[in-house]
């Protein structure tokens, strides 16, 4: 069988390449906040701060994810089983 090169049609199966990238902090909102609910998930956000020149600080939470939170000292946080397990089964999607 030969080989396909770009311009040939995708063979049948193969999953279509990802859209590109968002270009803007919003579209990436929306891009995330898409995905999450496709999944079921909802995110909850709040800005706890925001610098006079409009930079701010966002806490998201998102149930039934695991939550990392800013680490300015102590311990690292590692991803814990919950996550591992949906990670390795959305990467078998």
């Known amino acids: 069988m030969p080989m396909s090169t770009p311009t040939s049609p995708r063979p049948s199966g193969c999953a279509s390449p990802p859209p590109p990238p968002p270009t803007t902090p919003a579209g990436h909102l929306d891009a995330l906040v898409t995905a999450l609910a496709a999944r079921g998930l909802r995110a909850y956000a709040r800005t706890p701060h925001t610098e006079p020149n409009g930079v701010c600080t966002v806490a998201v939470c998102v149930p039934g994810l695991d939550k ?7 311990n690292a946080v590692m991803p814990g089983p919950g996550a591992l397990a949906r990670t390795r089964k959305a990467a078998t999607r």
Request: no cysteine; proline share 0%.
């Open 68 to 74: 990392f939170f800013a680490i300015t000292g102590g």
